[in-house]
Nanobody, 121 residues
Framework: QVNLVESGGGLVQAGGSLRLSCTDP????????MGWFRQTPGNDREFVAACNWSGENRYYADSVKGRFTISRDNAKNTLYLQMNTLKPEDTSIYYC??????????????WGQGTQVTVSS
């Protein structure tokens, strides 16, 4: 059973940084693409960033390009999202996903429970 667990969320002031982590203690996803999405109440889940199995190929939503960096450590079975220069509009629940790329877009297949990120102005 997939059990992705995110951590690292919290409250931060605008301009600050957070690093999210995602791992599954019971399964290894080093051969799979992984990514991050976010969702606020009443809105659809929004793509944030994704990378291929090695982490060499990385993709970002325009809204986070230049501020967020996705990376992974397959030896630790952990996916990261370094978020810098945070803005109040980045406030959301962030979800980790394991999935695949279809027609140039990352689609999540397995999801974590989410971690709350709140950016105060």
């Amino acid at each position: 059973q997939v059990n992705l667990v995110e951590s690292g969320g919290g409250l931060v002031q605008a301009g600050g940084s957070l690093r999210l982590s995602c791992t599954d203690p019971g399964r290894n996803f080093s051969n799979y693409a992984m990514g991050w999405f976010r969702q606020t109440p009443g809105n659809d889940r929004e793509f944030v960033a994704a990378c291929n199995w090695s982490g060499e190929n990385r993709y970002y939503a325009d809204s986070v390009k230049g501020r967020f960096t996705i990376s992974r450590d397959n030896a630790k079975n952990t996916l990261y999202l370094q978020m810098n220069t945070l803005k109040p509009e980045d406030t959301s629940i962030y979800y980790c996903a394991v999935g695949n790329f279809y027609n140039g877009r990352f689609q999540g297949g397995y999801w974590g429970q989410g971690t709350q990120v709140t950016v105060s102005s």
